[in-house]
């Protein structure tokens, strides 16, 4: 059973960084693409970062310049790194995996930034 397992969240300062980690079980599965997205309280989710399997990445106007996304080492993995944090970026994240033509979903790690 394929699953998407995230790590790193947790509560820092504004203006520190964190970095998240996400990968995807089933390592024989073809991921053509792995992104993060977002959720803060009483708003709708919104895509954060995204790479597809020959590597394109993108990024939302509001992490522009400040956040990383890039593959792991290990197939099937996801990394994003968070620089510069803000408040309003605190959240529950969460990965999402495109994973043999489905899709799959982690159970989302918080991110809280304090000012």
């Known amino acids: 059973q394929v699953q998407v397992m995230e790590s790193g969240g947790g509560l820092v300062q504004a203006g520190k960084s964190l970095r998240l980690y996400c990968n995807c079980t089933?390592?024989?599965?073809?991921?053509?693409?792995m992104a993060w997205y977002r959720q803060a309280a009483g708003k709708q989710r919104e895509l954060v970062a995204s790479?597809?399997?020959?590597?394109?990445?993108a990024l939302s106007d509001s992490v522009k310049g400040r956040f990383t996304i890039s593959r792991g080492n290990v197939k099937n993995t996801v990394l994003v790194y968070m620089n510069s944090l803000k408040p309003e970026d605190t959240a529950v994240y969460y990965c999402?995996?495109?994973?043999?033509?489905?899709?799959?979903w982690g159970k989302g790690t918080l991110v809280t930034v304090s000012s």
């Open positions: 790479v597809t399997s020959d590597g394109t990445t």
């Open positions: 999402y995996a495109l994973c043999n033509g489905m899709e799959y």
């Open positions: 089933e390592r024989v599965a073809s991921v053509t693409r």
